[in-house]
């Protein structure tokens, strides 16, 4: 099994911050993806990155693969309580997907 | 369309005892998973199904748990007898190609044994 590992584990902050999360791994993944988990939820995918290197932006949220596709990281613009969840990384591995155990998101108004 | 199905939502059993979680995938998903997420962890995978064949059981703890989907559309995945430490959610997710290799995630089964 291919480990990620995600930082923080906890993150508290309050409406209008920035935040970025990390994803990484010594392991070369052929593509990561996002998923945030609210409670009671499974978790919902956000997005799939694929080529080392690659950005993607969804609205306030950015998201890069790093060049050497082992690591990832998420990037929050003035974070809303909407935002408030648990976004975990998984890697893929054939049709299987390997999670991180998360960052635990809350933002306060 | 309708999303991954999931039930019963709430289950507490007494260690030792017997449980099932009822799956049914989005209509026309033929590659269906179960994973279990412990407090504080993320998902792992148990088992993946492709139509009604495992591709995958390498994680399931196979002197306890059991999965099956015989007509390759929904799914029951059992303990017997639940340890302590079974104690988690129990996700159901299902794929299908055209989407490339997003999965969708049912709402789970919380399971405490006391």
Same mark, same amino acid.
């Not at chain 2, 369309?1 to 979680?21: D, L, N, W």
């Given at each position: ?109 | ?53 495992? !591709? ?7 002197? =306890?748990?059991?999965? $099956?989907?015989?007509? &390759?559309?929904?799914?029951? *995945? ?10 988690? !959610? ?7 190609? =055209?989407?490339?290799? $997003?999965?969708?995630? &049912?709402?789970?089964?919380? *399971?405490?044994?006391?």
């Amino acid at each position: 099994t291919q480990l990620l590992e995600q930082s923080p584990q906890f993150l508290s902050i309050q409406e209008g911050e920035n935040l970025t999360v990390y994803c990484n791994s010594s392991s070369v993944f052929s593509s990561l993806q996002w998923y945030r988990q609210e409670p009671g939820e499974g978790p919902v995918l956000l997005v799939t990155v694929v080529t080392g290197g690659e950005v993607k932006k969804l609205k306030r949220l950015t998201f890069q693969f790093g060049d050497a596709r082992k690591d990832s990281s998420l990037h929050i613009t003035a974070a809303q309580p909407g935002d408030t969840g648990l976004y975990l990384c998984a890697g893929r591995s054939g049709y299987a997907l390997n999670f991180g155990k998360g960052t635990s998101l809350l933002v306060t108004p | 369309e309708a999303g991954v199905a999931q039930s019963p939502r709430y289950k507490i059993i007494e260690k030792r005892q017997s449980v099932a979680f009822w799956c049914n995938p989005i209509s026309g998903h033929a590659t269906l998973y179960w994973y279990q997420q412990i407090l504080g962890q993320g998902p792992k995978l148990l088992i993946q199904f492709q139509n009604n064949g495992v !591709v995958d059981d390498s994680q399931l703890p196979k002197d =306890r748990f059991s999965a $099956e989907r015989l007509k &390759g559309v929904d799914s029951t *995945l059992k303990i017997q007898p639940a340890k302590l430490e079974d104690s988690a !959610v129990y996700l159901c997710a299902s794929r299908t190609i =055209r989407n490339g290799y $997003e999965q969708y995630f &049912g709402p789970g089964t919380r *399971l405490t044994v006391t």
